[in-house]
């Protein structure tokens, strides 16, 4: 059971930080969230290696309460962007079931798996009719999107987070690697399906642990990802990767790799 003061505090860092989350949840189901978050980190003795969202809560309370980093706050504040230009596009029951799903999923989703998710939503939202969230295939497989591109076709977009580690970087490897780990995933998604329903399916890689010299030094792969890879070449379609980061320290979002390179550009 919640105390008194967990709730209040809560509530107020809430309203602090991302207000817009209550377009979407009510203030019952938020503490619902809540005390199960709380009660999972307690039978965990409080550690999660995943981070995921009621880890970065509770570091959220500690930060504010210790004001001795912006770095949790500047993530929370970008999600409470995400929630707010969502508003635009109308009320969807799938996007307040992403989410729901996406908080109260404390064994899997890391935090910034879970503004991945509804960044690329939103992303696509611009370009693309939403349809649904969380589609089955016909493989039992389970795909983060549906969609109606600019053509009335239905494609299939799944998010593919990947963390990749600095200290193995070579100049050389360095596409071997990503194309490697994009075909496996595309692989897995689309096992035993046939070629013209592979043909609907995307992946949309963020990838983290990238420092500003090794994107500038693929950028022009990195930039036609999308345009280049084919099924009947490299057996998977994906749209071009997003990075998580921070722009001149100022502020936290997902970015493309042109708004890493050239921020005076894109960003003034």
């Known amino acids: 059971m919640l105390s008194e003061i967990r709730i209040k505090n809560s509530l107020g860092i809430v309203n602090l ?13 938020f503490l619902t969230f809540i005390e199960k978050g709380f009660e999972f980190m307690d039978k965990n003795n409080g ?15 500690l930060e504010h309460q210790f004001n001795n980093s912006n770095i949790i706050r500047n993530e929370f504040s970008y999600f409470n962007y995400l929630l707010g230009e969502f508003k635009s596009y109308g009320e969807f029951k799938d ?6 799903a996406s908080l109260f999923n404390f064994e899997k989703h890391s935090f910034h798996h879970v503004l991945g998710e509804i960044a690329t939503c939103l992303i696509l939202s611009e370009k693309y009719a939403f349809k649904k969230y969380e589609k089955e295939l016909v493989n039992k497989r389970s ?13 299939y977009i799944d998010v593919k987070t990947i963390d990749y580690n600095i200290s193995k970087y070579e100049k050389e490897k360095f596409s071997d690697f990503l194309n490697s780990r994009l075909k496996q ?3 897995d998604k ?6 013209e329903t592979k043909k609907k399916i995307f992946i949309f890689p963020i990838i983290s642990g990238l420092n500003l010299e090794i994107i500038k030094e693929n950028q022009e792969y990195l930039n036609t990802i999308y345009e280049s ?3 009947e070449i490299d057996k998977f379609q994906s749209f071009s990767p997003r990075i998580f980061g921070n722009i001149q320290d100022t502020f936290f979002r997902l970015f493309s790799i042109n708004e890493i390179i050239n921020p005076e550009k894109n960003f003034k």
């Open 229 to 231: 890879s084919t099924l």
């Open 95 to 100: 996007f307040k079931d992403l989410i729901k």
């Open 190 to 195: 689309t096992e035993k399906l046939d070629f």
């Open 143 to 155: 795909i983060d999107f549906e969609f109606l591109n600019r053509q009335n076709e239905t494609i």
């Open 185 to 187: 995933y595309y692989e």
């Open 17 to 29: 930080y991302f207000k817009n989350l209550f377009e979407y949840l009510s203030e019952k189901e």
């Open 47 to 61: 550690l999660n290696t995943k981070t995921n969202f009621i880890t970065s809560f509770n570091n959220l309370l």
